[in-house]
């Protein structure tokens, strides 16, 4: 079985990760009106002041174009 974005646990915090097309994913932390998003491939990111909906938009939106190779762990 190979590992996937999906398999290992997710990081302390993030409810909600969006798979961008070069593997990375963008990371949603909290929820509400406290809501922040972070790419793991390049510096985009924001929060956490916005409310989940829009962060959500953001975080799918970034993933949708993002091409950054995830960062090494
Ligand atoms: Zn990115």
């Known amino acids: 079985m190979t590992t996937s974005p999906f398999t290992p646990a997710?990081?302390?915090g993030v409810t909600a990760?969006?798979?961008?097309l070069a593997g990375?994913?963008?990371?949603?932390r909290g929820s509400g009106d406290r809501t922040a998003y972070e790419c793991t491939g390049c510096p985009f990111g924001s929060g956490p002041s916005w409310h989940h909906t829009v962060a959500h938009?953001?975080?799918?939106?970034?993933?949708?174009?993002?091409?950054?190779?995830?960062?090494?762990?």
């Open 57 to 73: 938009e953001s975080a799918q939106a970034h993933a949708e174009k993002c091409r950054a190779l995830p960062r090494p762990a």
């Open 24 to 28: 990375a994913t963008v990371d949603v």
């Open 17 to 20: 990760r969006y798979l961008t």
């Open 10 to 12: 997710w990081p302390e």
